[in-house]
């Protein structure tokens, strides 16, 4: 049985679903997998969004480890980022008790440090193709749309010190032309992206329609992926991705899964 390290800062409510799905997942025993701890850099009190999702932990009964990122910035001062490896060494200790095979990172606020990266097997899901854009879903969106891409998807990648490049390990692509974009796009056509950006921002029907798309996708991709790992079709030897005894360089690719998925039964 594949053991799971789950990572999240919980904030809201993508946080709360993303554990929901794919708890429901391992309960139905579509994935020969537990859960073995869910840790968060929040502890109970900071905030509502986190209270909730601790909550929530509670009540699927999963062992919950936190360590407040807060009160350790308080206490050292001065920039976290001068202090990221200290507080990666108090959480590696914090969990030493778990030894799981994977860990996910679930709207886990903080960047890894070496110590951690090295310490854990740990994926990322980015909502981008592996050549595609960096950076927050919002900028992933807003870069789309200034390229006029035709194509995007979702990617779930190893978490290394690069940030948003590691590894590739799955992936999956969507098309955005076609259908209900078609005059989506021709509503924005001619205009800048930084124009849009201002007005009408993130309510422009083209961005909510990309990020709804990809939103529906990603939980499937990361449940696909993590269903591969259960049943031994992907592994990570030496921070590297492998199928079976072939060398993954690009990721393994989980489109049709993730489509058959969205499609039911």
Same mark, same amino acid.
């Given at each position: 049985?594949?053991?799971?390290?789950?990572?999240?800062?919980?904030?809201?409510?993508?946080?709360?679903?993303?554990?929901?799905?794919?708890?429901?997942?391992?309960?139905?025993?579509?994935?020969?997998?537990?859960?073995?701890?869910?840790?968060?850099?929040?502890?109970?009190?900071?905030?509502?969004?986190?209270?909730?999702?601790?909550?929530?932990?509670?009540?699927?009964?999963?062992?919950?480890?936190?360590?407040?990122?807060?009160?350790?910035?308080?206490? &050292?001062?001065?920039?976290?980022?001068?202090?990221?490896?200290?507080?990666?060494?108090?959480? %590696?200790?914090?969990?030493?008790?778990?030894?799981?095979?994977?860990?996910?990172?679930?709207?886990?606020?903080?960047?890894?440090?070496?110590?951690?990266? $090295?310490?854990?097997?740990?994926?990322?899901? $980015?909502?981008?193709?592996?050549?595609?854009? %960096?950076?927050?879903?919002?900028? &992933? %969106?807003?870069?789309?749309?200034?390229?006029?891409?035709?194509?995007?998807?979702?990617?779930? $990648?190893? &978490?290394?010190?690069?940030?948003?490049?590691?590894?590739?390990?799955?992936?999956?692509?969507?098309?955005?032309?076609?259908?209900?974009?078609?005059?989506?796009?021709?509503?924005?056509?001619?205009?800048?992206?930084?124009?849009?950006?201002?007005?009408?921002?993130?309510?422009?029907?083209?961005?909510? $329609? %990309?990020?709804?798309?990809?939103?529906?996708?990603?939980?499937?991709?990361?449940?696909?992926?993590?269903?591969?790992?259960?049943?031994?079709?992907?592994?990570? &030897?030496?921070?590297?991705?492998?199928?079976?005894?072939?060398?993954?360089?690009?990721?393994?690719?989980?489109?049709?899964?993730?489509?058959?998925?969205?499609?039911?039964?």
């Amino acid at each position: 049985m594949l053991k799971i390290g789950w990572f999240s800062t919980g904030r809201g409510e993508g946080s709360l679903g993303l554990l929901h799905f794919i708890h429901q997942r391992l309960q139905s025993g579509d994935i020969d997998a537990q859960i073995q701890f869910v840790f968060s850099n929040r502890a109970m009190g900071e905030a509502d969004g986190s209270d909730r999702f601790f909550r929530q932990v509670n009540e699927y009964g999963l062992p919950l480890s936190t360590l407040s990122s807060q009160e350790f910035h308080r206490s &050292v001062g001065g920039k976290f980022a001068d202090h990221r490896e200290e507080y990666d060494r108090q959480v %590696i200790t914090h969990l030493q008790e778990f030894q799981p095979d994977v860990c996910v990172l679930a709207g886990y606020m903080l960047i890894m440090g070496k110590e951690m990266c $090295h310490r854990y097997t740990m994926l990322n899901l $980015h909502p981008a193709l592996p050549d595609g854009p %960096i950076g927050t879903w919002q900028e &992933v %969106i807003w870069s789309l749309i200034g390229s006029r891409a035709q194509v995007t998807g979702s990617m779930i $990648h190893l &978490v290394t010190e690069d940030v948003d490049r590691g590894p590739v390990v799955a992936y999956s692509t969507m098309s955005i032309v076609g259908g209900a974009f078609d005059p989506l796009w021709q509503e924005v056509e001619g205009q800048a992206v930084a124009d849009l950006q201002a007005d009408p921002g993130q309510e422009l029907a083209l961005f909510k $329609h %990309i990020r709804s798309e990809g939103y529906r996708r990603e939980p499937w991709l990361l449940a696909a992926a993590l269903k591969a790992f259960s049943e031994n079709k992907v592994r990570i &030897v030496d921070g590297l991705v492998y199928s079976h005894s072939s060398l993954l360089s690009g990721g393994m690719y989980l489109g049709e899964e993730v489509e058959r998925a969205l499609e039911g039964p």
